[in-house]
T-cell receptor, first 114, second 111 residues
Framework: DAMVIQNPRYQVTQFGKPVTLSCSQTLNHNVMYWYQQKSSQAPKLLFH???????NEADTPDNFQSRRPNTSFCFLDIRSPGLGDAAMYLCATSRDLVGTYGYTFGSGTRLTVV | KQEVTQIPAALSVPEGENLVLNCSFT??????LQWFRQDPGKGLTSLLLIQSSQREQTSGRLNASLDKSSGRSTLYIAASQPGDSATYLCAVRRGSEKLVFGKGMKLTVNP
């Protein structure tokens, strides 16, 4: 089945130690998104890629970076994780920028910062 | 600015009940609306997608309706089961703007 896969499912990192989360997709969708979701809150969009074009949300901290080396893969890099960055990180894809066919989400990566 | 509201925030019901989950949005100029399910500690699973030109969509025991003029969508779950227990989120898209989520409604179906 075509899908969005996130690795790892759980990630524990030390305060200030760089960490990378991974997302891959077999849907061949043009757009890939990274969301942050904290407990009992709605997902918050961090940034997205449309093909190779990167779009950062205005309120996304500089501590968060992303890379999309090819259509299938997208990475979220947190340069210096703080305790406030502990959250569920969700990767999503859509075929086009307006979400004509909806969005497909991965299973998420739960990040713990110690 | 588009705002999406889901009330109540939580609902607990006995097994077998027919349920109506509500979603309201402030700007009716939406492109589409999508309902998701989220199990604890997991990602979002898409349930139904309704385009702005549609009135409803059905999948199995689920039926979602859309009334753009009143800024409302409802997700109807027939004959609820304990396996339906999860958080349900609705999200709307307006053109090229980002997807806007409600905070979700936590559903518990008791055996």
């Amino acid at each position: 089945d075509a899908m969005v896969i996130q690795n790892p499912r759980y990630q524990v990192t030390q305060f200030g130690k760089p960490v990378t989360l991974s997302c891959s997709q077999t849907l061949n969708h043009n757009v890939m998104y990274w969301y942050q979701q904290k407990s009992s809150q709605a997902p918050k969009l961090l940034f997205h890629y449309y093909d190779k074009d990167f779009n950062n949300e205005a309120d996304t901290p500089d501590n968060f970076q992303s890379r999309r080396p090819n259509t299938s893969f997208c990475f979220l890099d947190i340069r210096s994780p703080g305790l406030g960055d502990a959250a569920m990180y969700l990767c999503a894809t859509s075929r086009d920028l307006v979400g004509t066919y909806g969005y497909t989400f991965g299973s998420g990566t739960r990040l713990t910062v110690v | 600015k588009q705002e999406v509201t889901q009330i109540p925030a939580a609902l607990s019901v006995p097994e077998g009940e027919n349920l109506v989950l509500n979603c309201s949005f402030t700007d009716s100029a939406i492109y589409n609306l999508q309902w998701f399910r989220q199990d604890p500690g997991k990602g979002l699973t898409s349930l139904l997608l309704i385009q702005s030109s549609q009135r409803e969509q059905t999948s199995g025991r689920l039926n979602a309706s859309l009334d753009k003029s009143s800024g409302r969508s409802t997700l109807y779950i027939a004959a609820s089961q304990p396996g339906d227990s999860a958080t349900y989120l609705c999200a709307v898209r307006r053109g090229s703007e980002k997807l806007v989520f409600g905070k979700g409604m936590k559903l518990t179906v008791n055996p």
